[in-house]
């Protein structure tokens, strides 16, 4: 009896435990697959976002560099070397040009590059304003985070970044094109750069990318929470499985004592109503062998 409540309990406690397990791997799931879906749809929106980005700055830099290539000539390229060329009208009619162009198209960087003699890229015509901290002046060496672009374009190539660039001044798109001379030559004498602003498209993707980490981050530690809990409760079931096993236990033991002690009674009361009975048995059996003696049955009736 006792092992079929112990096998009983056994059965009720994995089934529990089964509902349990089931639960929890259905809640774990369900978690993955939301911040997974999340981070997926997310992600598409980002690409979605900066695609649009670049697609505006790329239309925005073809038409600025449309417009400014026929102006630029051989000689913006070849007699403007180091600062002592920014004194030449030509530099300050072209300065002044490149920076009228940049800030009626609201253009971060605009400016024109070349190799020197020594073979390094150069600045030579910044479209910035004169006073601007980061105006580059002529003859000054182009950042290493900008020289491929700069040398693919001076290799006759479109450069556009398909990804935001992140520079000593910020996040930036930057598109390069080479410049050719308008002599009927077609010869690439330089390189026309325009930088534009992608500081807030990188702020808000960044802000979005926090948003996705923080569910991420939500969901995990939901799982870590549910396994946690789901422990506690399984220790928590097993105790009382434990405790209420014990209790059965217990009771088949009182059970079996009790049992016991009826069949020792039952035998001790049996043995003692045996033997006067036997004895009875003896002398009712001796008297009918005697029925015509009166002295012997009157002994045994004393007996």
Known sequence: MGLNNNNSVEK???????????????????????????YILQKMYNDSILDN??????SRTDAMHKGVSNALT??????????????TERYKSLQTYLNQIRNMNSTRYFYTAKRN????????????????????????????????Y???????????????IDTTWGHIFTACYPVRANDGSNEIIGA????????????????????????GAVGIVAIVMLFFCVCIYIRHYRNQQKKQQKILEEAAEAAYSANRAKSTFLFNISHDIRTPMNAITGYVELAKHHLNEPDKLSGYQTL
């Open 12 to 38: 009720s406690g994995a089934k529990a435990r089964r509902s349990i397990y089931n639960l929890v791997l259905i809640v774990v799931v369900g978690v993955l697959f939301v911040t997974g879906y999340t």
């Open 74 to 87: 051989r000689e913006d390229f070849t007699e403007i070397n180091t600062v002592d060329d920014m004194n």
């Open 117 to 148: 003699t020594e073979g390094r890229l150069i600045y030579l015509v910044d479209g910035l304003d004169l006073g601007a901290d980061d105006f580059a002046y002529p003859g000054t060496y182009i950042e290493e985070e900008m020289i491929p």
């Open 53 to 58: 980005a670049i697609a505006e700055d790329s």
């Open 150 to 164: 700069i040398e693919r374009a001076l290799s006759g190539e479109n450069v556009y970044s398909q990804e935001i």
């Open 192 to 215: 026309l750069c325009i930088e534009t602003d992608m500081e807030p498209t990188y702020v808000f993707i960044s802000e979005r990318n926090n948003f996705v980490m923080i569910i």
